[in-house]
Every structure is written in C-alpha cells, then in structure tokens.
C-alpha cells in the first residue's frame, strides 16, 4: 500500500476509535475525518461529493431518504398518533400487563418497519412509561422488549432501519425485495419473541383489578390533537407505502418517494417550512456524510480493495462461507459499536468484491446488475439481518436503544446495561441461528 | 445607568443543602417566582423557582411526555406531603445551567434586553460569580414611569 492509502487507513481508524469510544461526539468526529481526508489530497472533492465509477461517494440517496422520511415522521408526531396507538394497544390489553406488552412490541414492530425505528421507540416509550406507572410495575423490563421488537420490525424493511436504507442504495435493491427476503424471517423471529415473552413472562407479571381499570381509562381520543392534519397525515403516509411498494416497477429511487411524500405533507400543513426543517435530525444527516466522504477515501487509495481480497481469500470466495461470516461478524460489531459506519464500510467493500466474486462478470448487463450478482446477493442480505438484529445485543447496540435507555432513565427508571444483555444477547443470538438457517436454505439449498 | 444602580440586595436565598419544602415555603412566603441558590462563599451555583416544584408534582415519566392529556381524570398532582421528596435537598433539583444574570457593572438595559429574551420575572445580578442581588421586571418599570437616577443619553 502507498503512504497515501496508509495516512487514510489512519484517518479512519482514529476516528473509528473516537466514535466507538465516544471521547468526542460521533458528528463532530466524522465531519473533521472527511475534511481531513478532501484536505490532505487523498480524495478530490468532485469525487467524494459527486462519486465516480470506482467510488461511490457521498450517497445521496440514503440521505434524502433519511431526510424525507424525518420530515414526514416530524410533521405526523404533532398529531398524537403514536401516543394513540400505545394507548389503544394498551386497552386493547385490557389492562394486562403481558398482553399489553405484546400487543406494544407489535405496534412497535409494525411502525418501526413502515418509519424509522428510532422515532418510533422515541415517542411511544414515554407512554409505555405512564402506562406500567399506573399499572404499578417497574417499566424497565417491558421497555427492553420494546426495544428489541423495535429493531426486530426495522429490519424488515427498506426503510425500517437506517443500514436498510444504506444497503439498498448501495445494492440496488427494492423495497419489495427486502419485503420478500427479509419479512418472512422477521415474521418468524417476531412470533418466537412474541411466544417466549408469553411462556417466561405469562404468570410472573399479574395485576389487580383497580390498576387495570386505570389504564383502561386512558382516553386514546384526547392523545390527538389535531384530526385534520393526523388524516392528512395518513393520507401521506400511505401514499408513500405504495410509493415504496412501486419503486422498482416505476423506476424511481426510494429517495424520489420519500421527498415526494416530504414535500406534499409540508404543503399540506400550516406550519412554515423553518419549524418543519427544523425538526430534521441535522447531526445524524452531517454523520451520514462525513461517514460516506471517509469511506470514499478509503477505496479511493485501495485499502477497501486490499481489505475485500483479504476476505475473499479467507473465505475462498465461497459465497455460504462469506454469507456466514458477514452475518455473525456484523451481528457482533454491531453490538459493540455503532452499526452505521460498520455497515457504510461493509457496503463499500461488498461493491469492490462484487465484480471479483462473480461467477461470469460479462453476464451481466450494468455495474449496477453486477454489484448484486447471485454470488454476491446473500452477503448484503446477511450484512442486512445482522447488522440490524445485532443492534439488539447490548444496550448500546443500536441508536433506539440510546434513546429508551434516556428517556427511561431520565423518568427514574435506568436500564441497566446488564439488564439488557440478560435478554438482548440470548435471544439475538438465538435470531441470529434461526438467520443463518434461513440463508442457507434460501440461497444455498 | 447600570444593573448595579437597581439591584435588590436583601432578596432572599437558598442554601444547596435547604430541603424542597423549605424552598417551597420561601417561594410562596415572597412571592418570588424564582430563588437564587448561593454556596458558604456566596458564589451562584444554581437557581430554584416554582416550575421546577411544578415538575414535581407531575407523574415521573412527565418531563418526556408531549403532553399529559389522555391520562384517566382521576389522575391528581403527586403530594409532596407524604413523599420522601419533600426532604430532598435542593442541590438535588435546582438547575446549574442555563441561569440568566448580569455583571453589577453591565447596562441596566442589558438587564432589561436578558429579561425579554429569555422570559424571565426577574434576573440575577452578579460580581465575579458571587451573588449580589436580584432585579426584576417591576424595578425597571418603575425606574422607566419615575426616573430617579437621572435621564438616559440615548435619543
């Protein structure tokens, strides 16, 4: 490797160290690494901003996405609607703590796939809160199921999650197909977890009448605020579902989706554009593009290249070997650091090896076919299911689990990280088993 | 003329280690709506006002919520009568930051620009972070009908 490629490995390990460590905010850390890398030259600036055959760039699609979908969730949580829907689980319950838990993991789950997981757990944890206040029980432990329901359901989708979102730009893939691939597993997963909290949890947690009857008087009508703009909302949201649905037989990005979707709910409500934008998670946008600037510098001088023929010989370039490695190995980074730069990084890689792993490159008809070519297919899938799934391993493992862990403790309840672990590491690595079967008899079989 | 010209020097005080009903009961013998806490050394390390009771009296998981309007009508405020709350000392619930004050030597109407800004009743004025007193809204209203320290230079 040239002293270019060994000054961009430096970079970027440093601020890999500094995000995992969390010595210094992971925005901060991830803007100063890009520019440090325009800076010293390893990569141009039209490259890492625009991208070109061999680099991919800043991934202006996973961006956009992002952001649409913020601007659509923002403009949807004024309406109440979330607290709505944890109330009405909860009455639904009648007041009983495991059914209501349940039934919350699946409202959880469901909106998590269909938005983003982390506003999702950001607005009904507070309400599960309230809820198993009046039923007189400690939250805490109902809270670490709705986490791992949260990530659970993201992984289902495209935009469930933010490695979804990432992978599929970068693997052209559609949402139906993570639908196809991804929902049937999840699906499965989700009934296991459902059966085990009914079978360990039934009898332990039982509640007398009078603590029933009180949330049975929670009044879901008065959560909403504002019924014209929650149906306009809605409104919105479906069209966007169908939008999603439709992608990839219109031929439009998901991000063209999204941003459709943003624009028509911005005009359809009063506020003006400043409050709206606002609300947008700014620090998550610039930590996406400064990740992606530093991950182009890195392939720009080779060390991805360097680093996805290292994996190819360990594996021998068997895809079952590469599947399996890729799905347990991100499975744990995931739990230990921050699943976004892992996966950015993998994504990057997966793209370099892409070309080198398939069987007869010329049967392919684009570069774009080509990065997702049979051999290669099942990595992205397991990077997927791992990546997502090992964000349920510890409570630092994935950005839903940062902001229940907060809103817990700053209610009086801390979760403890040991707390987490006893569930969060048995069951993701049970998921992780059902996963590696399921790979194996889809695409190896 | 300067913040130093119309501050109140013999507001009352809280100490860190005052209980919650302590301060309570100054906030509500003084109609003050916010109390300045001072260390031995007279230093500002905090201030302690009636919101910060309210959110007391609120179900715990309140300070996440957007709002508490769907909860069952029987739903009271929490007593601090009958809860260990109430022997809290107040360094436990004051807030340390975000505390708006003046240097003694700054304009009277920066004080006045502070207390716009940031809505507050009153505003603390200090020296070298040591309290010297408080100014209020009224003081500055009054000083504004009835000039007693001469006229301003501006226009």
Not at chain 1, 129 to 150: G, H, M, Q, R, T
Not at chain 1, 161 to 177: K, R, V
Not at chain 1, 259 to 272: Q, V, W
Not at chain 2, 58 to 84: F, I, V
Request: charged share 15%.
């Amino acid at each position: 490797m040239s002293s270019t490629a060994y000054l961009a490995a430096g970079i970027f390990v440093a601020a890999y160290a500094l995000i995992a460590t969390e010595r210094v905010d992971k925005t901060k850390v991830a803007l100063a690494g890009a520019a440090l890398m325009i800076l010293l030259g390893i990569i141009d600036q039209d490259t890492a901003f625009h991208g070109t055959h061999e680099v991919e760039g800043i991934d202006w699609n996973t961006i956009f996405l992002l952001m649409g979908m913020m601007i659509i969730v923002n403009v949807t949580r004024a309406t109440g609607l979330f607290e709505w829907v944890a109330i009405k689980t909860a009455k639904v319950g009648h007041g009983r703590p495991i059914p209501i838990l349940i039934g919350m993991c699946l409202s959880t789950a469901v909106l998590s796939a269909l938005l983003d997981n982390v506003t999702t757990v950001l607005l009904i944890a507070p309400t599960i809160i309230v809820i198993y206040e009046a039923l007189e029980l400690d939250p805490v432990p109902f809270l670490i199921f709705v986490i791992l329901a949260s990530n659970i359901g993201g992984t289902a989708t495209l935009v469930g999650d933010p490695p979804n979102i990432i992978i599929a730009s970068q693997a052209n893939i559609t949402f139906m197909e993570f639908v196809y691939i991804n929902g049937p597993i999840i699906l499965l997963i989700f009934l296991l977890f459902a059966g085990l909290i009914w079978l360990g949890f039934g009898k332990r947690y039982q509640v007398e009448e009078e603590q029933r009857l009180r949330v049975v008087q929670f009044d879901e009508a008065r959560a909403i605020t504002d019924h014209r703009l929650l149906w306009r909302c809605l409104t919105v949201i479906g069209l966007v579902l169908v939008g999603f649905v439709l992608h990839g037989a219109l031929h439009l990005q998901p991000a063209t989706i999204a941003l459709a979707g943003a624009a028509l709910i911005m005009l359809l409500h009063p506020d003006g554009p400043r409050e709206t934008l606002e609300e947008i998670e700014w620090p998550t946008i610039f930590f996406f593009i400064g990740l992606f600037v530093m991950v182009a510098g890195l392939v720009e001088v080779g060390v991805v290249g360097a680093l996805g023929r290292g994996m190819i010989d360990v594996t021998q370039g068997s895809s079952l070997a590469l599947t399996m490695v890729v799905l347990w190995f991100s499975a744990i980074a995931s739990g230990i650091i921050d699943n976004i730069p892992f996966v950015a990084t993998m994504a990057a890689l997966l793209r370099v090896v892409a070309p080198e792993l398939a069987a007869d490159p010329s049967a392919y008809a684009s570069a774009a076919e080509l990065v997702r070519n049979e051999t290669v297919m099942p990595v992205w899938w397991a990077l997927s299911l791992g990546a997502c799934l090992g964000g349920n391993i510890t409570l630092i493992g994935a950005s839903a689990n940062v902001v229940v862990a907060g809103i817990s403790s700053r209610s009086g309840h801390p979760i403890g990280f040991g707390r987490f672990l006893k569930y969060g590491l048995p069951l993701t690595v049970g998921f992780l088993g059902l996963c590696t079967g399921y790979l194996w008899l889809r695409f190896f079989w | 003329m300067i913040a130093g010209d119309l501050v109140q020097t013999d507001a009352p005080t809280l100490s860190p280690d005052d209980t919650i009903a302590e301060a309570a009961e100054v906030l509500t013998r003084y109609e003050h709506s916010n109390l300045p806490v001072v260390d031995e050394e007279g230093r500002l390390v905090g201030a302690l006002g009636e919101e910060d009771i309210l959110a007391l009296a609120l179900p715990t998981s309140a300070a996440e919520l957007d709002r508490l309007s769907y909860l069952p009508r029987c739903y009271g405020l929490r007593n601090l009568e009958d809860e260990e709350l109430r022997e809290t000392p107040v360094a436990d619930v004051m807030r340390r930051e975000g505390l708006v004050t003046v240097e003694e030597d700054e304009l009277a109407a920066q004080a006045a620009l502070l207390i716009i800004r940031h809505h507050q009743p009153q505003i603390f004025v200090v020296r070298d972070g040591k309290l010297v007193g408080r100014l209020c809204r009224k003081d500055i209203i009054s000083q504004v009908v009835n000039p007693t320290l001469g006229v301003a230079c501006h226009p």
